[in-house]
């Protein structure tokens, strides 16, 4: 299937590592001109080099000023507009696992909104005008299957994911006839280089594969397998995200695209 995003612009936060390293990749192996973001230069600068993108654009989009310069960053980097616009930078930012949400502090709920909701209302602002006057443009929330299933993540982190989704679903609402579609897609639990950091340090064996990481992982319940039988790769939401950016997916708009494994047991 030709996707047609060739020379499409197309900016992926948190694209340093893990699943948007995955995404920016495979956006820049269908042609589109990509910029790779993150608080890291030289990290940045590697993938950047490493699948050929355009630029990098470099900036903590947990400030209102730092989503300026990446936005501006991104806009010369690519020599135009953002077509693509992928929100993908976030994370947990204050680890609250286990811990029930009154006992969460109400500076952690304020952290995690601006590590997980923020930078995308921040960027959408700066990114949709020239989207809309284009009559053409792609925004995609990366979000997590704990916004609609909350699990032991930390309530502060997911109640910040289901805010994200509640925004995306606005503003394709507000987006009437432009041409400009928003969409969230909602990983389950991906393998990306910190979880088998993490799982290699837990197993005290820096020489485990990922499967035997994933395998002792869910023996030990630190979660459940999916009802795929395995994690997910940055390649699974990869490959959804560019479907989504793609000029064939225009009848797309204001969805949740779970892509867990199976993970969240629902109808819809
Ligand atoms: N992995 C999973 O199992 C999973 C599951 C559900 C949802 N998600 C979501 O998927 C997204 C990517 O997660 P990941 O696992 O791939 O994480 P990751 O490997 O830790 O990568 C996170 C990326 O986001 C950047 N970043 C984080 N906070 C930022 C901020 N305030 N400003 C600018 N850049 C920031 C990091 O840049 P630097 O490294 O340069 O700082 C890095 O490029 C996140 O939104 C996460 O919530 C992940």
């Given at each position: 299937m030709d996707l047609s995003l060739g020379g499409r612009r197309a900016l992926v936060t948190g694209s340093s590592s893990g699943i948007g390293e995955g995404i920016a990749r495979m956006l820049a192996a269908e042609?589109?001109?990509?910029?790779?973001?993150g608080r890291n230069r030289d990290r940045a600068e590697g993938v950047a080099?490493?699948?050929?993108?355009?630029g990098v654009a470099i900036g903590d989009l947990s400030s209102d000023a730092g989503a300026v310069a990446v936005h501006d960053a991104a806009r010369e980097a690519?020599?135009?507009a953002i077509d693509i616009l992928v929100n993908n930078a976030g994370g947990s930012s204050t680890g609250n696992t286990s811990k029930a949400p009154i006992d969460i502090p109400v500076a952690d709920w304020v952290s995690n909104y601006h590590a997980n909701m923020l930078p995308a209302v921040r960027l959408c602002r700066?990114?949709?005008p020239d989207m809309v006057a284009a009559g053409w443009g792609r925004v995609i929330n990366?979000?997590?299957a704990v916004?609609?299933?909350p699990n032991n993540l930390g309530a502060d982190y997911s109640g910040a994911k289901a805010a994200l989704n509640n925004f995306t679903v606005s503003l394709a609402g507000s987006l009437k006839g432009v041409g400009v579609t928003a969409n969230i897609v909602s990983p389950g639990i991906i393998m990306v280089d910190g979880l088998l950091r993490f799982g290699r340090r837990k197993f005290g064996d820096a020489t485990l594969s990922i499967e035997q990481v994933t395998q002792r992982l869910a023996a030990e319940k630190v979660f459940d397998l999916p009802p795929a039988g395995r994690l997910g790769t940055p390649e699974d939401l990869a490959a959804v995200v560019c479907l989504l950016a793609s000029p064939l997916s225009g009848f797309v708009t204001g969805a949740n695209y779970r892509v867990d494994g199976g993970q969240v047991r629902s109808l819809n």
């Open positions: 042609g589109a001109r990509v910029v790779v973001h080099a490493a699948i050929g993108a355009a690519l020599g135009g700066l990114a949709v990366v979000s997590s916004a609609v299933q």
